[in-house]
């Protein structure tokens, strides 16, 4: 035998949905950056998933905001201020495609330099205090 349902009850999944979305988009940070980082910068996010495309270009983090850095483009005869440039991963993008419409905008991710840099100094962190560890023993 089927139960009726109301609208009420077939919402409260989608509505749940939605909560879990937002809370999700609120918690989110743009990863750690700091001014000088090397990134690469694209006007949208299509432009930033082909490598060959004009569009791309390394550039240096000038400013850092909460969900936002200021980027100086390297181009052609020199360099190009970029401003309010969003992280590739920010969930709010999607959504909100007007913020790549001002043409001194776009998005950014970190250079590949700037993660292997990232990796190495994590690397030699974790070695440090392995090293640490094994004279305290030592000289125990």
Excluded at 25 to 54: H, N, T
């Amino acid at each position: 035998m089927a139960t009726a349902t109301t609208e009420t009850e077939r919402d409260i999944p989608q509505a749940a949905k939605e909560a879990v979305r937002q809370t999700a988009e609120e918690a989110w940070a743009m990863p750690p950056v700091k001014l000088g980082d090397k990134i690469l910068f694209a006007p949208d996010l299509a432009e930033m998933k082909y490598p060959e495309s004009r569009g791309r270009c390394m550039g240096f983090v000038t400013k850092i905001g909460r969900r936002t850095v200021d980027v100086l483009c390297l181009v052609t005869g020199g360099f190009r201020p970029r401003v309010s440039c969003r992280h590739v991963d920010d969930p709010l993008l999607p959504s909100n495609p007007q913020w790549l419409e001002e043409p001194d905008t776009g998005v950014f991710q970190p250079a590949d330099s700037e993660v292997q840099l990232q990796r190495l100094q994590t690397t030699v962190d974790s070695l440090q205090a392995s090293v640490a560890s094994l004279l305290a023993k030592k000289k125990s």
